[in-house]
């Protein structure tokens, strides 16, 4: 399977324990997102990077959020200090680098629950 | 600024009878659409998507979309639903700007009755 992958696709947690979730987008891809989407809603963008270099990020990603892409390859996206705020479907998607339009093909997810 | 609005949070059909799924939008320069659609406990899989090509756009699965700049609108239809037509569809807009702003609608749920 060449699609976009994420691990773990559960995560059970106690609040204020840190947590990392992983990311393999597909492999040709230059362009990785992250997106949280909470119950009833749509995908909220969290940060994005154009190989290793994170371009932008939400001001929902707060000091507790940290991603990376060391290679420009995967990428981590750690919580600290989990609250039961930061309960949430974690997704995660990539797309080439188009000037045209900006397609991403998404992960199954992660979903995180902080107890 | 751009903004995504989808006009209905739950739509309901009979299996057979037409679909149509309500987006507009914002945005400040010449945006790209697109529809999504999730079903339970998959990921998201991308229906169809506008790039100021040809206003009417045939996606998967039966689905087309119409680009009306004078109205904003990118509306989502089908002819005839299926059962397993039945998910979450989301309207997503994304301007070509130096930066990066995709915008997902708040979805809409679209059930199917038999």
């Known amino acids: 399977d060449t699609g976009v992958s994420q691990d773990p696709r559960h995560k059970i947690t106690k609040r204020g324990q840190n947590v990392t979730f992983r990311c393999d987008p597909i492999?040709?891809?230059?362009?990785l997102y992250w997106y949280r989407q909470t119950l009833g809603q749509g995908p909220e963008f969290l940060t994005y990077?154009?190989?290793?270099?994170?371009?932008?990020k939400s001001r929902l990603l707060s000091d507790r959020f940290s991603a990376e892409r060391p290679k420009g390859s995967f990428s981590t996206l750690e919580i600290q200090r989990t609250e039961q705020g930061d309960s949430a479907m974690y997704l995660c998607?990539?797309?080439?680098?188009?000037?045209?339009?900006?397609?991403?093909?998404f992960g199954p997810g992660t979903r995180l629950t902080v107890l | 600024a751009q903004s995504v609005t989808q006009l209905d949070s739950h739509v309901s059909v009979s299996e057979g009878t037409p679909v149509l799924l309500r987006c507009n939008y914002s945005?400040?320069?010449?945006?790209?659409l697109f529809w999504y659609v999730q079903h339970p406990n998959k990921g998201l899989q991308l229906l169809l998507k506008?790039?100021?090509?040809?206003?009417l756009v045939k996606g998967i699965n039966g689905f087309e979309a119409e680009f009306k700049k004078s109205e904003t609108s990118f509306h989502l239809t089908k002819p005839s639903a299926h059962m397993s037509d039945a998910a979450e569809y989301f309207c997503?807009?994304?301007?070509?700007?130096?930066?990066?702003?995709?915008?997902f609608g708040a979805g809409t749920r679209l059930f199917v009755k038999a």
């Open positions: 998607a990539s797309s080439l680098d188009a000037l045209v339009y900006n397609e991403q093909f």
């Open positions: 492999s040709e891809h230059n362009r």
């Open positions: 990077f154009q190989n290793e270099a994170q371009l932008e």
């Open positions: 945005s400040s320069y010449s945006p790209s």
């Open positions: 506008y790039t100021s090509a040809a206003t």
């Open positions: 997503v807009v994304s301007e070509p700007t130096g930066g990066f702003k995709t915008i």
